[in-house]
């Protein structure tokens, strides 16, 4: 997901006054690889168990339809590793000390895509405005040169078909998202929709992930390029934008939860039958999104870092404005929907 941002302590020799004796700086924070590796491990696992579920294979051994969910789970740890990678390799170059990227599985019955994504830690501010808005958009943009492809190669695997009756997922759409079904399908009549291969479903995944970590809020992926294009402005838009969330909430129990309440106000909650309530569920993942970055804000004490005011250049605005741009093409007012 995205990288987090503290400021050093002060130095000790900053602290002292002249001539006071020289005391020796803490040691360097140091990260122990055998606790990434474990994440990963079992983050492989937890996205295979998910994609087997998604590919719902029939195959009566257990480790064989564990495996049949390749189809998903590769593409899908493929587009995570590239959005970390791309944080972590920007990082090094701008000799930014950080973390391996710690990626976090999720059981099934809390995550559908067996996974919460992963974070790198950054034990020191970022110094400049290159390099903030260099390790901020390296992520997505990396996440984004494999999720594109894996969209259409997964897309020309789906098929188009009637939608259901019964029980079914809706997943969010988006801009870009409608253009790719469109180069691939061309004009879906109307009441038929694409049923997803697992393929496209990981690509769809991953440009959820990309879309929550750009908006421009807090020490996001946003946010950090939000605030190497506009510095302190950064922080007064960022306090604005923290409500989006929540009036995303408010819309989608408007248009998803009020007609339910309606209904057993009229006719008595008796006739709402338990399935007539999943509808609620396009609010949750702006629950949880409101929430977090709630926490996440107090965490980090609300206004981004300081960094130093160095000039960016043309190339590198023009890549700061393109990959907040972004944050437009993928914005899903619902997420997902159980119907």
Do not use: C
Request: proline share 9%; net charge neutral.
């Amino acid at each position: 997901m995205n990288e987090r941002d503290s400021s050093p302590e002060p130095s000790l020799r900053d602290a002292e006054p002249a001539g006071a004796p020289v005391l020796a700086q803490p040691p360097a924070r140091r990260f122990d690889w055998r606790i990434n590796l474990v994440l990963f491990v079992a983050t492989i696992f937890s996205v295979f168990y998910a994609g087997q579920l998604w590919v719902d294979s029939p195959n009566p051994d257990a480790w064989q339809r564990l495996l049949s969910g390749w189809t998903f789970a590769v593409p899908l740890l493929s587009i995570l590793v590239a959005h970390e990678l791309g944080h972590y390799v920007a990082a090094r170059l701008h000799k930014v000390p950080t973390s391996l990227p710690y990626f976090l599985p999720l059981p099934a019955v809390l995550s559908p895509f067996g996974t919460f994504g992963a974070v790198i830690i950054m034990p020191e501010r970022i110094k400049t405005r290159r390099a903030l808005l260099d390790i901020g958009a390296a992520g997505p943009l990396a996440g984004m040169a494999l999720a594109v492809p894996f969209m259409l190669h997964g897309l020309s695997l789906s098929g188009v078909q009637v939608k259901s009756e019964g029980s079914y997922i809706q997943e969010g759409q988006s801009l870009l998202y409608w253009f790719l079904k469109y180069v691939v399908h061309g004009t879906i009549p109307a009441g038929h929709d694409v049923f997803l291969h697992p393929t496209a479903l990981a690509a769809w995944v991953g440009l959820l992930v990309t879309f929550l970590n750009l908006l421009p809020v807090g020490q996001l992926d946003g946010g950090h390029v939000a605030y190497a294009l506009l510095g302190e402005r950064q922080n007064t838009l960022s306090k604005r934008l923290l409500l989006v969330p929540w009036l995303l909430v408010a819309y989608n129990v408007a248009r998803y939860v009020m007609p339910i309440l309606e209904r057993g106000f009229q006719s008595g909650f008796d006739s709402v039958a338990s399935e007539d309530w999943n509808p609620i569920s396009a609010a949750m993942p702006w629950v949880v999104s409101a929430l977090l970055l709630t926490l996440l804000r107090r965490v980090s004490g609300g206004a981004h870092p300081p960094v130093e005011d160095t000039e960016l250049g043309p190339v590198r605005r023009v890549v700061g404005w393109f990959t907040l741009g972004l944050f437009v093409l993928l914005f899903m007012p619902t997420p997902m929907i159980v119907y």
